[in-house]
């Protein structure tokens, strides 16, 4: 009797001592679960701020060529040949020119009259939707059209031109306040004097539904005016 007694003791606290253990383990599992919950989100944040870090820089960078790149194709052209005007308060998403080719009996001679514009990119309306799913609204691409006369050949300078400047609505306003009406996200001002300043603003979408943006501007003195 007193053998199964000691028996059933023994068990007991074998058994307490067994489920000790396995509470010390469910709560070893918590914290396992807490701690990598912790990394895998740290990770993940990393990972997103890296990739919008990346995207930035790279809309700096195609913000910058593409500006470049315009104002290569104005610095040549006669002021006197711009079209529309393009003065403030409204400017011009679209200008106009002829680039000098020279000179000959004291004038001027003109080269084909070319065009830079923005227009809607492929698979987009101007109805603030998302139609081509790339995940930007009416964005549009900037266009050089080298001879007006031969209107079929374009060339593409660039895309994921933002449709209005940053804080700027379509109502007539000067909404963010930089003394220009509805300016478009390529925006051109000719100051009157020979001197054309090119606004720019770029657009990329990244991960969880944001959108990097990225506005430039220069100002291009004309050589012939």
């Keep these: 009797m007193k053998l ?3 028996h059933r003791r023994r068990f ?10 396995m509470l010390e383990l469910a709560i070893a ?3 396992l679960l807490v701690v990598l919950g912790a990394m895998v989100q740290a990770l993940t944040s990393g990972s997103s701020a890296y990739q919008e870090g990346t995207s930035i820089t790279q809309v700096d960078a195609q913000t910058q060529r593409l500006l470049d790149r315009i104002a290569d194709e104005l610095r040549d052209a006669d002021s006197s040949t711009l ?25 001027i001679v003109h080269g084909p009259t070319q065009t830079i514009r923005a ?3 492929d698979g987009e309306l101007d109805n603030g939707v998302d139609d081509d799913g790339d995940g930007l609204v009416d964005e549009q691409r900037v266009e050089l059209v080298p001879d007006l006369a031969n209107p079929g050949q374009v060339l593409i300078l660039g895309r994921n031109v933002r449709e209005f400047a940053i804080g700027e609505l379509p109502n007539g ?24 300043t090119v606004q720019l603003t770029l657009e990329r979408p990244t991960r969880g539904e944001r959108t990097v943006l990225r506005t430039l501007r220069t100002s291009v003195r004309l050589r012939n005016q």
């Design 4 to 6: 199964q007694t000691s």
């Design 12 to 21: 007991e606290r074998a058994f307490r001592r067994a489920g000790f253990t």
């Design 29 to 31: 599992s918590l914290v």
């Design 83 to 107: 079209a529309p005007p393009a003065t403030a308060p409204f400017g011009s998403r679209t200008l106009t020119f002829n680039r000098c080719q020279g000179f000959a009996a004291g004038a």
């Design 119 to 121: 227009v809607l990119d």
């Design 173 to 196: 306003l000067d909404d963010n306040l930089d003394g220009l009406r509805d300016e478009g996200g390529l925006s051109f001002l000719h100051d009157g004097a020979g001197t054309v």
